[in-house]
């Protein structure tokens, strides 16, 4: 069994650290949640994982089946079967969905033939309508419809690891009904192993936890099973972060942190 | 099909405008960079005496070279070939000949005299002059009111005299109501040599024009082109440019909307390397009420190339009611590579809906990062994103048969990149 462990891992924002040292193991097929209020570090996590600029890892590692992937760029992260499901998915204008997932398809020796029918296969799983597919990648789409297009581009591609970040942010409860029972099937399917990072218990409906951690003020404060997360939905954040933390979220630092939040 | 044999002989009144206009501008003053319309230019390298005009055609045949252009718009309305400046093909369909579609010499075509300077006027600067001078062939496609022509005329210049001088003039004429797409190549072979295009469209109530140019001269011309038009009462023109060759290419667009509730949409891609100068000068004028016009202009620019874009919205007092609008964005693919955008405005009346906007960057990291987090290399990423910024203008080409041409020209360029 395949497995993304990340320990130990410390990363800072423009000379501010933003996580104080995470530790973490996921299997391939497990599903984790990372919970945690704003500010508390969650968007940094799934950005240092990808390789995202601007970003700076002080100590740690995070291993892909024991290759280190932190030295990586973060095509070769990709490579290495790691996917990033953005919560703000970026519009490229002028570039195709398929000459997007060719090129990721072709860049590690698959066939990238596939592409077209396996994309119009996966749209009509997840309610992607076909009309969108011949647009720029994320052009003139709502934030419903580019969460669903991450997804889709998720089962195409099928990653060993996916990284969700607040996938269910901007979504209608149809949307996210589809998304989250996508990536839930896509466990069993082809033995994926998800992280999905998020503020609200509601994603976790479709997408079950085998494990919930909660990320507060750059650390994992307490792990649990599926129950941890009923329990947030009763008590909120409240008990595991300090008031001066709620009413100041250290994420002010990240220039990357959800705005709207 | 006609092909000439003979140059057409010039009519007197041509001759005699010839010279008229020789006689006044005597020995010819370039102009010099503290003119702001020349400013960020080279036009202080040139000298006219490097070049010489072309007096006789030295070949009538097709130059080789073409026949992708003209595969590429198989089904065409009428085809002229002009080569250093004289025509050497030129052919219009029966069905459109039929229907009083003119497409050929000027001189032979229907109100000849009137056609030639009736929007370029005296000229619009000295190389206008010059071109009224020099002209050998001026070409004239005029389209009678209310026809809509469904096929594309297809217009090829083409230049391949080493040292040449050459100063191809075209006209368009859309009739009332008539609509028609115009497709205009320039291309060459690898000489060096001197071009100064003119062209004028005159669009009469409610016409409709696309026109559709693409530059791919070879990298040791210099050009320096002149586009003027004339948009009557809810007339349309779409003219849509892409620059991609010679040393020293400009192409200045004055685009003038005369009639009440005529539109002008302007757009060009360009895309320099090398030592390559592209250069852009824009002028939207609104002369008249309710006027629109929409103006985008994308480049890059690679290695030593640069590029200028200075743009002017004038809008006069008359003109309320004016939706105006300036786009230009530029990416900047090496440290050594430059590109000026200068927007600018001038506006008479308050009731107006202006904007403009102007960018120069690198490649957007956000779109790369994007991109390479599905698993594609930085390297064909950047490409995609390059190939993807022109997208947007090469969508909307009037004559989008030869947009495959021109992909392949930028994909040959990204390809030249990557091997540096």
Known sequence: ?261 | MTSPDAPTASPTWLDDRRQAVSRRIGDPVLPSTEEEVWRYSRIGELDLADWSTVAEPAERGLPAGIEAILAAVPERAATVVVRNGFIVHSEVELTWSERGLYVGALVSGPEAETALGSVSGDGIDVFSQLNDVNSADPILISVPRGLTVDAPVVLIDWIDIEGCAVYPRLVIRVGANADVKVLDWHGSADVSAFVAPVVELDLAHAARLGYGSVQMRGPRIWQVASQVSHVMADATLTSSHVALGGDYARARTDCRLIGKGATGNLQAIYFGENEQTLDFRTFQKHDAPKTTSNLLFKGAVDDHSRSVYTGLIKVEKVATGTNAFQTNRNLKLSEHAWAESVPNLEIETNDVKCSHASTVGPVDLEQLFYLESRGVPTDVAERLVVAGFFQEVLEAFPVPGVVGLVNDAIEQRLDRRSER
């Open chain 1, 1 to 261: 069994m395949g497995e993304l462990r990340i320990q130990g891992l410390k990363a800072e924002v423009v000379g501010r650290e933003i996580l104080h040292g995470i530790d973490l193991v996921v299997g391939s097929g497990e599903v984790h949640a990372v919970m945690g209020p704003n500010g508390s570090g969650k968007s940094t996590l799934s950005h240092v994982l990808m390789g995202k600029p601007g970003y700076t890892v002080t100590a740690g590692s995070v291993t892909l089946d024991g290759v280190e992937i932190l030295g990586m760029p973060t095509w070769q992260r990709a490579q290495a079967g790691l996917f990033l499901a953005m919560q703000y998915p970026v519009e490229v204008p002028g570039v195709s969905l398929d000459d997007l997932l060719s090129e990721a398809l072709s860049a590690t020796g698959r066939d990238a033939s596939i592409v077209h029918a396996a994309v119009a296969a996966e749209a009509e799983r997840i309610g992607l309508a076909t009309r969108l597919l011949d647009r720029p990648v994320n052009v003139d789409l709502s934030g419903g419809e580019k969460k669903r297009n991450e997804t889709m581009q998720l089962a195409v591609l099928r990653p060993r690891f996916a990284i969700l970040d607040e996938l269910d942010s901007g979504l209608d409860v149809d949307a996210l009904r589809a998304c989250s029972r996508r990536v839930e099937e896509a466990t069993t399917e082809f033995n994926l192993g998800v992280l999905a990072i998020t503020h609200y218990t509601r994603l976790l409906e479709e997408l079950k936890p085998d494990v919930v951690h909660i990320l507060a003020n750059g650390r994992i404060v307490t792990s649990g099973g599926p129950e941890l997360a009923d329990e947030l939905e009763e008590t909120g954040y409240a008990q595991w972060v300090t008031d001066d933390e709620i009413a100041a979220p250290s994420g002010e630092a990240d220039p990357f942190a959800d705005p709207f939040a």
